[in-house]
């Protein structure tokens, strides 16, 4: 009996001292970052932001992996059931991290009990955008339609559950009137189907993908979803200045399965908040229209809840679901 319990001390000793060695060596091999949204959307292309900063740093490289669907809900069960080794990481955002969990009533996953929160990238508002040829030229112009034609008017988003398609729920619920939700896979077919004018009328699409057609004066926005106006857009009104009330602020941020080891979380979150800091990194973070921030993996954990609980009660009272 004494020898199986210095053997089982030994091996527990072993084992111990091969995880300690494993987190030693870490990274020792390139880093998946699961995308849950198509390439060029917003989430994609801060991956690839960060990513180039964070990889020589950690002495590894990025792999990144575009996994759409479900509002983000495909690439993020993924990430849950990814070994916790420090090797699978993902971009989340507003709807994978925070809205899912309310308007999918079988989401795989718990955003919360399944994730460790790394860093929260930055956030922006959505901005109303319409073809420049579009005969909508205001704010007014949008809410007097869906008012008076209801359904006249088909708006895309980046899948059912994102910032974009609440935007514009919320958006119906404040002028009491109805148009039809056209769900895609990304932001770049959400953008392509209203450029081309096959699909869509109107998009509430991320200020980051959306901005250079609007300065290329191939979109003409008329309103951001934030309380006020955007540094981005100085001219372009608050939606809230047409509709008071109304506020929507996306936010992008970096996950790891829950049960990573701590020192792996705390190298990772060093390296992503200092790339997020980094001068140039920083200027092109703003340059598309978003707020930089660099939460610590706490603060991130504590403004993801209440997130979950301010879309919770958004959603129970639009009486929103997603089958």
């Known amino acids: 009996m004494q020898r199986r319990i210095i053997l089982a001390a030994a091996l527990v000793i072993a084992a111990a001292g091969t995880i300690a060695q494993a987190q030693d060596k870490w990274p020792s091999k390139p880093i998946t970052y699961i995308v849950p949204f198509g390439a060029g959307g917003t989430t994609d292309v801060l991956a690839r932001l960060v990513t180039l900063k964070a990889g020589p740093a950690l002495g590894t490289t990025f792999v990144i992996e575009n996994k759409p669907g479900a509002g983000g809900s495909t690439g993020s069960d993924l990430t849950a059931k990814a070994a916790p080794d420090g090797y699978t990481i993902q971009g989340g955002t507003i709807?994978?991290?925070?809205?899912?969990?309310?308007?999918?009533p079988k989401l795989p996953y718990d955003p919360v009990k399944n994730f460790q929160p790394i860093t929260l990238i930055g956030s922006m508002p959505n901005v109303l955008?319409?073809?420049?040829?579009?005969?909508y030229k205001s704010m007014q112009d949008v809410i007097?339609?869906?008012?008076?034609k209801p359904g006249s008017i088909n708006y895309?988003?980046?899948?059912?559950?994102t910032s974009q398609h609440l935007s514009g729920v919320f958006f119906e619920q404040l002028t009491a009137g109805k148009m039809v939700h056209v769900p895609y896979k990304s932001s770049a077919e959400s953008l392509?189907?209203?450029?081309?004018g096959q699909g869509a009328d109107v998009i509430?699409?991320?200020?980051?993908?959306?901005?250079?057609?609007?300065?290329?004066?191939?979109l003409r926005a008329l309103g951001v979803t934030s309380e006020k106006r955007s540094s981005s857009l100085p001219d372009v009104p608050a939606i809230a200045e047409a509709l008071p009330g109304f506020a929507i602020v996306s936010w992008q941020g970096i996950f790891a399965p829950a049960g990573v080891p701590q020192p792996i979380v705390d190298r990772l979150a060093a390296e992503m908040i200092k790339a997020i800091n980094d001068p140039e990194t920083k200027s092109k973070l703003v340059g598309q229209g978003i707020e930089p921030s660099g939460m610590s993996p706490a603060e991130f954990s504590a403004f993801q809840k209440a997130e979950i609980d301010k879309w919770a009660r958004v959603i129970k009272a639009g009486n929103i679901k997603v089958d």
């Open 95 to 104: 709807s994978s991290h925070a809205i899912n969990i309310s308007l999918y």
């Open 129 to 135: 955008v319409v073809r420049a040829d579009s005969p």
């Open 144 to 148: 007097a339609a869906v008012k008076s």
């Open 156 to 161: 895309a988003s980046s899948g059912n559950g």
């Open 192 to 196: 392509n189907a209203i450029l081309s």
């Open 204 to 218: 509430f699409e991320n200020l980051a993908p959306a901005l250079p057609h609007i300065k290329a004066g191939k």
